[in-house]
């Protein structure tokens, strides 16, 4: 996903904006592995009051995400500008997917669901708040 890759190279070359962008996305939230990878090991330099750069993201990523690749990810970013839109857009198309999962998992229950007013309203109740 194009966003992700944008936020996560904003990341690594402007660690300010981590600040801003961490309340609105979630590691859960990435698709791509590598993009997770760089966020959840930038987030945790930031934990512990360290800075990053190329090289500590390149030693801490070993094994997960290639030197060229964070590089690659950096490079196709030429400002911070709009980290938070990323952000944004990427959890919004997470909470897209796990909300299709929650409404493909509830039309398997209401197939399975007994085709009388009990069993109607069983399902309702049962789902209802799934759904507020």
Not at 81 to 96: E, I, Q
Not at 101 to 123: C, N, S, V, Y
Request: proline content about 3%; some cysteine; hydrophobic content about 50%.
């Amino acid at each position: 996903m194009k966003a992700e890759l944008e936020l996560t190279g904003a990341i690594i070359g402007w660690p300010e904006i981590l600040t801003d962008v961490r309340p609105l996305v979630a590691a859960a939230d990435f698709t791509s592995e590598e993009c997770r990878a760089v966020f959840v090991a930038c987030c945790a330099e930031a934990d512990a009051g360290r800075a990053w750069t190329f090289s500590t993201l390149a030693a801490l990523l070993a094994g997960k995400v290639e030197r060229n690749r964070i590089i690659e990810m950096y490079g196709g970013v030429v400002s911070s500008a709009n980290a938070c839109t990323d952000a944004r857009l990427v959890h919004a198309a997470a909470v897209k997917v796990r909300l299709a999962a929650m409404l493909r998992d509830a039309l398997t229950d209401l197939d399975e669901t007994p085709a009388t007013p009990a069993g109607i309203e069983d399902f309702a109740a049962s789902h209802a708040r799934t759904l507020e």
